[in-house]
């Protein structure tokens, strides 16, 4: 016994000493892997700048050094935000080594708005530095990467690939009848007709007027795209349409046949390609830079030293209560960083980048009110990416001037609250009983645990109607229009940017290098100015520490979920929304 004792106490100490030991090594290893890839970095002559568009770009390249940390293959591989990618452009336009842009589509979109963007700039890439820009694809050529790739000198596309032209179609999952098994009712009080985030819950389908606007905004985001390829490609709209009804450009020999691409390579081939574009021979070997890597290549041009700066604010994510996270729109946080950047008198204009579908009202309540004083004082430049809907609308509502992309879904000016009641799954599927004791008579008022009483969803409707009228009115207030015409076009509709423009609810249509643009010349500046970037960057080790279970547990749901990880994340939040929300519908997958 007492050696059996004696072994176990030696197993469980090897086993702490030799975590720890572990912990210490990985800590070291990822320590120097962040330090070697703060080094600069040179290429050398005759290379070719790869741009990767088959994993999604966020609107600014996370700062933590640790974010792209694959905990399986103990790699680190950051995804270049636009930000760093409109830089790299720039850069790459002087820069002599660089001859040309290889675009490399894959399997994962970033969104519209966010392809919108970044066409433009590879356009204007093209157009002022008169290098090439060469498109291919490797498996499946998806509707946005085609349209990215629309604008490049040619298309090319793996013979035994396939273009996937064929229009846009929306769609939007349905939780009653799984709901009801469960023995769950989500009790829905909402302001707005078209308000379809609460439809998945007390419905089997579409609404009429759900159905409506997902039509009208799909539409209007298709034909805006076919309007630029028709014009890029020199085929009609007509004709584009056509090649979609009747998938004629699924197989690559019939994408050729009909000029969607321009020729059928395999990667020895497109190397090969653009070895000669390049000015070399095929038997010369060829740098393909990685655009990650080029961020890393110091620029030709000089740095600004300047003490006037313009804050660019990113907030992507849902709009949630407190500090939120890196991945989410904290209310108290953001309040904070933008009180911040008011009272700093070296700042002489905000931007603010919004890409969010919305969440807690009170919340976006806190951001506005920051925003809306900032405005008084400051020019404040809002850009809208692929999303700017509901609270996302809200809190971008007190800019001085609006910018979205003609594909930005925003508006959805409305509001819902959920109220779920689990009684049937307590009682009857888990046979879990219950008791409650109130000192007073509505002390349980919104329990779980039953249904609400009349009264209650009185008082819950009073208090919905009563955040619908506040954002009405701040809307209105910030528009400089009538309650009444923004009422007209609220009720929870969704537009899309160009839409959007037509009814009043932004000022341009540009992204978001015109609205830094745009900030600079509200505020008088020339361009000697220079551009903050905010949230501010956490100490990586503490963040490492902080969020190492969580980075863990997300390389291995993401290797093991691939693109459906964004369904686990927005189930993820759905069971996290609290208190009355102002947010687009959820899951609304536009491909």
Same mark, same amino acid.
């Given at each position: ?15 702490i000493l030799?975590?720890l030991?572990?912990? +210490? ?22 290379s ?5 568009? %088959? ?5 600014? #390249? ?17 995804a ?22 290889l675009i490399?589509?894959g ?5 519209w ?13 093209r157009?002022e530095s ?15 990467g ?10 090319? +596309?793996?013979?035994?690939s ?6 846009l ?13 469960l ?9 707005g007709k ?10 089997e389908g ?14 209007? +985001? ?7 390829m ?5 085929i009609?709209?007509n004709?584009?349409?056509?090649l979609?009804?009747n ?16 020729? &059928? ?16 021979t ?18 030709t041009k000089k ?18 209560? %407190?500090?939120?996270?890196?991945y989410?729109?904290?209310? #108290? ?12 008198s070296?700042v ?41 809907a ?9 800019? #001085? ?5 003609p ?18 799954l ?5 046979g ?29 409707q ?15 207030? %910030? ?8 009422d007209s076009?609220a ?5 899309t940017?160009?839409e959007?423009?037509?009814i009043? &609810? ?7 290098r015109d ?6 010349? &509200?505020?008088g500046?020339?361009? &000697?100015?220079v551009?903050?970037e ?6 990586p080790?503490?963040?490492?520490i902080?969020q ?9 749901l993401?290797?093991?979920l ?9 189930l993820k939040?759905? %069971? ?9 519908p959820?899951l609304?997958?536009?491909?």
């Amino acid at each position: 016994m007492k050696n059996f004792l004696i072994y176990t106490l030696a197993t469980i100490t090897g086993i702490i000493l030799s975590s720890l030991l572990f912990f +210490i090594v990985m800590i070291s290893s990822l320590s120097i892997m962040v330090a070697s890839g703060d080094k600069p970095v040179s290429i050398t002559s005759n290379s070719v700048l790869v741009f990767n568009a %088959g994993v999604p770009v966020p609107d600014r #390249t996370d700062p933590n050094p640790f974010a792209g940390f694959d905990i399986i293959n103990m790699t680190v591989t950051q995804a270049p935000g636009l930000n760093d990618i409109f830089k790299n452009l720039e850069k790459a336009a002087d820069d002599e080594k660089i001859k040309g842009i290889l675009i490399e589509n894959g399997l994962m979109e970033s969104g519209w708005a966010t392809t919108e963007e970044l066409r433009n700039a590879l356009e204007k890439f093209r157009s002022e530095s008169g290098k090439f820009v060469i498109a291919w694809s490797d498996y499946l050529l998806l509707q946005q990467g085609y349209y990215l790739s629309s604008i490049a000198d040619k298309i090319y +596309i793996n013979p035994s690939s396939s273009v996937d032209f064929r229009g846009l179609s929306g769609d939007v999952m349905f939780y009653k009848k799984a709901l009801e098994k469960l023995g769950v009712d989500v009790q829905v009080i909402r302001h707005g007709k078209y308000k379809g985030a609460v439809e998945p819950f007390m419905l089997e389908g579409l609404s009429k007027e759900n159905r409506e606007q997902i039509s009208e905004y799909i539409s209007s +985001i298709w034909n805006h795209a076919v309007v630029e390829m028709s014009e890029a490609r020199n085929i009609t709209g007509n004709r584009l349409n056509q090649l979609a009804d009747n998938l004629e450009g699924y197989l690559a020999s019939g994408a050729l046949e009909n000029g969607l691409v321009d020729g &059928l390579l395999f990667r020895d081939q497109l190397y090969d390609t653009l070895k000669i574009l390049s000015g070399l021979t095929t038997d010369d070997k060829i740098q393909l830079v990685p655009m990650a890597k080029y961020t890393k290549v110091p620029g030709t041009k000089k740095t600004i030293s300047s003490r006037e700066k313009i804050s660019v604010i990113f907030a992507s994510g849902n709009i949630v209560m %407190g500090k939120g996270s890196e991945y989410s729109i904290g209310g #108290t946080n953001f309040a904070d960083i933008i009180r911040k950047e008011r009272k700093d008198s070296s700042v002489k204009a905000i931007v603010m980048r919004v890409n969010s579908p919305g969440g807690s009202s009170v919340a976006s309540d806190e951001i506005w009110r920051e925003l809306k004083l900032a405005a008084e004082i400051k020019p404040v430049v809002v850009s809208m990416g692929n999303y700017a809907a509901s609270g996302g609308y809200y809190i971008s509502v007190p800019g #001085t001037k609006i910018y979205a992309d003609p594909t930005t879904l925003t508006g959805s000016i409305g509001v819902f609250g959920l109220i779920p009641n689990a009684e049937k799954l307590l009682e009857q599927k888990l046979g879990i009983g219950y008791e409650t004791v109130n000192t007073n008579e509505n002390s349980d008022f919104l329990s779980p645990f039953r249904p609400l009483e009349p009264f209650e969803k009185n008082v819950m409707q009073a208090s919905i109607e009563k955040v619908y009228t506040d954002f009405v009115s701040k809307v209105a207030e %910030g528009r400089k229009k009538p309650f009444a015409a923004i009422d007209s076009i609220a009720q929870g509709r969704v537009w899309t940017g160009t839409e959007a423009l037509k009814i009043g &609810l932004v000022d341009e249509i540009g992204g978001l290098r015109d609205a830094v643009s745009r900030a600079a010349e &509200l505020a008088g500046l020339d361009s &000697l100015y220079v551009v903050k970037e905010l949230p501010s960057v956490q100490d990586p080790y503490t963040k490492l520490i902080n969020q190492l279970s969580g980075n863990i547990r997300m390389s291995i749901l993401k290797k093991e979920l691939g693109a459906s990880i964004s369904f686990y994340n927005d189930l993820k939040e759905l %069971g996290t929304a609290t208190g009355i929300q102002a947010r687009l519908p959820y899951l609304i997958d536009i491909h």
